[in-house]
């Protein structure tokens, strides 16, 4: 979609389609819908890797109801699971390693410190889970190091583009990435009063 520098002469749903080898699935691709949630793990091990692109992709896809909304999960969509406790006051701290990750250890980890050794009712109950979120999004305005007052107003979450800038700098900078769960962000972003 960015190669020819004019990703909105694309239709996400229609290059979705063209991958997609499942004759079956491939008619979901002509459905209406109201949004697209793109959710995807920043796997900075991967050889294809590309800092300048993922910015490229997270600065333009940035509305549900139109493009599509990027929500990016540091290092990976584990990082939900990644908490010894809820609540667990460490997780502000928790880090994955760029070596870590490259060893493909990462997920091992994450079963090894989660409170239950397993994803299964991980978060059982919608407090624990709005305990969870509730984590995440501090997290998120540590990570980014922004001021949730902007123009007076209260932010509820931070830009996306700050929290990956952020994560990229961190990954330069000390081969480190703040575990971050992000895809959690869509029910910050439909319907805040669902989280108390």
Not at 86 to 105: C, F, G, M, Q, V
Not at 135 to 149: D, F
Not at 169 to 195: G, W
Request: charged share 30%.
């Amino acid at each position: 979609m960015f190669r020819d520098d004019d990703p909105a002469s694309m239709d996400i749903l229609q290059i979705l389609k063209e991958h997609e080898r499942d004759l079956e699935k491939k008619k979901l691709f002509d459905e209406r819908y109201s949004d697209i949630l793109l959710i995807f793990d920043l796997d900075p091990q991967d050889p294809a890797f590309s800092a300048d692109k993922i910015v490229e992709m997270a600065s333009y896809f940035v509305e549900s109801s139109d493009m599509g909304k990027l929500y990016l999960n540091y290092p990976m969509v584990e990082a939900f699971y990644h908490m010894k406790s809820i609540p667990d006051e460490e997780y502000y701290h928790y880090t994955a390693s760029l070596e870590e990750l490259r060893n493909h250890k990462y997920k091992e980890r994450v079963t090894r410190e989660n409170r239950n050794h397993s994803y299964a009712k991980f978060a059982a109950t919608k407090e624990e889970c709005d305990i969870v979120i509730g984590q995440n999004i501090k997290k998120s305005w540590i990570v980014a190091e922004t001021k949730q007052l902007v123009d007076d107003m209260m932010q509820l979450l931070p830009d996306s583009v700050d929290i990956l800038k952020a994560q990229l700098s961190n990954l330069k900078e000390q081969q480190l990435v703040p575990v971050l769960c992000t895809c959690v962000f869509y029910i910050v972003d439909y319907n805040s009063s669902l989280l108390r």
